[in-house]
């Protein structure tokens, strides 16, 4: 099993910045991705930025530049630069990893509890 714990999230005026941080725990050795997803009520989960143990990174369309994922493997720790903020990014952002396969091959992904982030004009 491996733990994830944000922080980071909070309050801000459109324009400003926010950095979030998520650290993991548990069977980390298992983790070969670790990034962030957003949630807004009644909508699904959507790729904020994933980065693989190699360095890969793969960032949500409505990014446009404005975000950055960065990862310190050897805390185990992942963390996002929001710049630019819009009252559109206003959700909450959940950690998440990837680590081991199931017994169908499927890699399985563990989540943070999320934290909120609140853009507004």
């Known amino acids: 099993q491996v733990q994830l714990v944000e922080s980071g999230g909070g309050l801000v005026q459109a324009g400003e910045s926010l950095r979030l941080s998520c650290a993991a725990s548990?069977?980390?050795?298992?983790?070969?991705?670790m990034g962030w997803y957003r949630q807004t009520p009644g909508n699904q989960r959507e790729l904020v930025a994933t980065?693989?143990?190699?360095?890969?990174?793969n960032y949500g369309r409505f990014v446009k530049g404005r975000f950055t994922i960065s990862r310190d493997n050897v805390e185990k720790t992942v963390y996002l630069q929001m710049n630019d903020l819009e009252p559109e990014d206003t959700a909450v952002y959940y950690c998440n990893a990837e680590g081991g396969t199931d017994y169908y091959g499927n890699l399985i992904p563990y989540w943070g509890q999320g934290t909120q982030v609140t853009v507004f004009s």
């Open positions: 980065m693989t143990n190699g360095g890969t990174t």
């Open positions: 548990g069977s980390v050795f298992r983790i070969t991705s």
